[in-house]
């Protein structure tokens, strides 16, 4: 996988304010070459799957009324070491689904 992809990918996760079928299919297609997309981005269960081998998922936290969502990813191997979470410049997600997948995504840049 290419990075710029991915970097692609989590700037248009970051720039929307919901999930979308459209943010799925991209998704699905530069990750996996499918065009039978899940829904990563408004369910919480599909974003869980695109956390890669290896990782686990840290905490989500965040304020539902003003809608920021935040989502820490840590390496299994590394207890308690560097997390990647979602935050942008400290700006949240608007929804835990979407904060999951912008913090897997940026995990995979890790594994890849």
Same mark, same amino acid.
């Given at each position: 996988?290419?990075?710029?992809?991915?970097?692609?990918?989590?700037?248009?996760?970051?720039?929307?304010?919901?999930?979308?079928?459209?943010?799925?299919?991209?998704?699905?297609?530069?990750?996996?070459? +499918?065009? %039978?997309?899940? $829904?990563?981005?408004?369910?919480? /269960? !599909?974003? #869980?799957?695109?956390?890669?081998?290896? =990782?686990?998922?840290? +905490?989500? %936290?965040?304020? $539902?009324?003003?809608?920021?969502? /935040? !989502?820490? #990813?840590?390496?299994?191997?590394?207890? =308690?070491?560097?997390?990647?979470?979602?935050?942008?410049?400290?700006?949240?997600?608007?929804?835990?689904? #979407?904060?999951?997948?912008?913090?897997?995504?940026?995990?995979?840049?890790?594994?890849?």
């Amino acid at each position: 996988m290419r990075r710029w992809i991915i970097d692609d990918l989590i700037a248009r996760l970051e720039a929307a304010s919901e999930g979308s079928e459209e943010l799925n299919d991209a998704i699905d297609f530069e990750l996996f070459g +499918s065009d %039978e997309a899940r $829904p990563y981005t408004t369910s919480l /269960d !599909a974003a #869980l799957t695109l956390v890669p081998e290896g =990782w686990w998922l840290r +905490s989500i %936290e965040g304020c $539902p009324q003003q809608n920021e969502w /935040d !989502a820490m #990813l840590d390496q299994k191997t590394i207890p =308690w070491g560097k997390a990647i979470g979602c935050a942008n410049e400290n700006v949240g997600s608007p929804t835990p689904a #979407l904060a999951v997948c912008i913090a897997a995504l940026k995990a995979r840049k890790v594994v890849d």
